[in-house]
């Protein structure tokens, strides 16, 4: 069985930094495009960065460049998100996502079959 795990969640002060990580079991997360996203209560959820299986292209935003940044840890089949100069409007639950049948990734959050149950960022001084 597919499960994600996200973990790194937390409360930071404006300016902070934070690293989320995407846990995989059951599979291995080299061979799956990896999206990460983002949602606040009563907002439609939004995409923050994604990294493809094949090639290791990553993606972001347009809005969020600079400040994000999506790697593979291939030693621990995890997928690490490292948010720096941490905004409050960075609040949000962040969420993994793995499609298999794909060799590029994608910021459409349709895209993806498997998801895991999200991670609590909080930013506020």
């Known amino acids: 069985q597919v499960q994600l795990v996200e973990s790194g969640g937390g409360s930071v002060q404006p300016g902070g930094s934070l690293r989320l990580s995407c846990a995989a079991s059951g599979f291995n997360l080299d061979s799956y495009a990896i999206g990460w996203f983002r949602q606040v209560p009563g907002k439609e959820r939004e995409a923050v960065s994604c990294?493809?299986?094949?090639?290791?292209?990553?993606f972001y935003t347009d809005s969020l460049k600079g400040r994000f940044t999506i790697s593979r840890d291939y030693a621990t089949n995890r997928v690490h998100l490292q948010i720096n100069s941490l905004k409050p409007e960075d609040t949000a639950v962040y969420y993994c996502?793995?499609?298999?049948?794909?060799?590029?990734?994608?910021?459409?959050?349709?895209?993806?079959?498997?998801w895991g149950q999200g991670t609590e960022v909080t930013v506020s001084s």
């Open positions: 996502a793995a499609e298999g049948f794909t060799a590029y990734c994608s910021l459409v959050a349709t895209s993806y079959h498997h």
């Open positions: 990294i493809s299986s094949s090639d290791g292209r990553t």
